[in-house]
């Protein structure tokens, strides 16, 4: 399945994976014995890592969608995420060709609406 903009525009032709991560929100303090001592603030934030493949144009999109915080859809084998892109995707040459076939491998993660 593709992944989708919130605009059902195409952002990437093929998945290749999905993982799951949790972000916590860590202060580390040493205490005066010398120990260390991590608090863990709030609940673990739920966000996975992407990779996948996309045409050029599908890579303007997703790349907007990510600069514009635009929610993403993906559907990989079953399971469905819909989030936030963080940061800014990865893209490096997956094959060569002409352009109107060449392919982009794309690497990001995004936060996870519950």
Known sequence: MPIKDAYNNVCASHVLSVIP???AVKVENKTLNGRVH???TGDPIDLVEVQCLSTYEQWETL???SAKSTP???DFEGDYYDGLITG???RSLFNRG???S???EIRFTMYINE
């Open 102 to 104: 060449r392919l982009y």
């Open 63 to 65: 790349s907007e969608a």
């Open 98 to 100: 002409k352009r109107i």
């Open 72 to 74: 993403v859809f993906v």
């Open 88 to 90: 800014r995707p990865s």
């Open 38 to 40: 991590i608090q863990t």
């Open 21 to 23: 991560e949790h972000e």
